[in-house]
């Protein structure tokens, strides 16, 4: 299979679909992110990458981090973590509130917004500096010391983030927070901030098509039957309310991000990022499901 031909293909048939999605603006921040960048970066678990575009440029992973607070989480408290948060998707956009009311402060999974806040309230009441624990773990899944927090993008969504501030408090009411809103809040909107690129973000995720395994250590991240937890609920929740419609265009677990990012795994074979900044109404991006459809239609592989 020549990857890189198929990359560089997919990057021609993309061009139509850039312009087709809506940059997020509900962060200030991200609304002045060029919607015409698009790039791809493919890993394999034999150590090999490929990319194209502008895959070594660095973006707003926003959503994305869920997965790694949520591996952070789990490596904690273990099976615990499901009294406090459940595995189901949600049907829900992202950020919704009705749901939480008449489930009694449950969210319905980690990668929803008040899932996340959740798993983030886990870190900090584990961890005694949260933010440098996040940051340490995804320079060490990446192999690239130099990623870092974007404090404008972490302000930007501070200033707006009523809702998500509107979620915290609810949780709070419903004592699913251990500690105080504004704290958990603070956490969250660094994770999200965090400025990575398709290759750094691929080469984090490998693990999750290796066994748990990273290319860069030899310690196990997640053992094969946390790997298989981990990679179930990206497939059933790790794109929202459109999950269905990846689940059958793309056929791979992934996770989204409202920067634009979309990472999925191929367990046994790869990792792969994309990235485009227009959304579909989901809040996924628009041109990167679509390239992420061409390319399992293309190569004939995803898990079904
Ligand atoms: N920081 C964003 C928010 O909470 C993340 C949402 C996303 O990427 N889907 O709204």
Redesign the pocket.
């Known amino acids: 299979m020549n990857y890189q031909d198929i990359l560089n293909e997919i990057h021609e048939e993309i061009q139509p679909y850039l312009k087709l999605g809506k940059v ?1 603006s ?2 200030p921040e991200l609304a002045n992110v060029p919607y015409e960048k698009f790039g791809m970066s493919l890993h394999t678990v034999d150590g090999k990458t490929h990319s194209v575009g502008n895959a070594y440029e660095n973006f707003s992973i ?3 981090s ?1 997965l790694f607070t949520l591996t952070l989480a789990k490596q904690l408290v273990g099976e615990k973590l499901w009294a406090r948060v459940g595995r189901e998707p949600s049907g829900n956009p ?2 919704s509130l009705v749901q939480l009311e008449y489930e009694n402060g449950i969210p319905r999974n980690p990668f929803i ?1 008040a899932g ?1 806040l959740v798993i983030t309230d886990v870190l900090i009441s584990n961890f005694d500096n949260p933010k440098d624990k996040i940051l340490d773990f995804i320079r060490l899944l990446s192999g690239n010391k130099d990623i870092n927090y974007d404090p404008d993008v972490a302000l930007s ?1 501070n200033k707006t ?1 009523y ?2 501030k509107a979620l915290a408090n609810f949780l709070k009411s419903f004592k699913n927070l251990d500690n105080e809103p504004e704290q958990v809040l603070d956490v ?2 660094n994770q ?2 965090l400025a990575m690129n398709c290759c750094d973000l691929a080469n984090s995720c490998i693990f999750l098509a290796n066994d748990g395994r990273s290319h860069h250590f030899d310690e196990v991240i997640t053992t094969e039957k946390q790997t298989k937890y981990i990679n179930s609920i990206l497939l059933t929740c790790g794109t ?1 309310d459109s999950v269905g419609d990846f689940a059958y265009r793309v056929g791979l677990p992934g996770k ?4 634009g990012g979309i990472v999925a795994v191929m367990p046994d074979k790869f990792s792969i990022c994309v990235w485009s900044p227009g959304l579909n109404e989901s ?1 996924n991006s628009l041109a990167g499901t679509k390239a992420l459809e061409l390319f399992t239609t293309m190569t004939g592989i995803s898990v079904f």
């Open positions: 997020a509900y962060i926003q959503s994305i869920k992202f950020n917004n996340a969504e983030g809702l998500n969250y909107f999200c901030s929202y989204s991000g409202v920067g809040g």
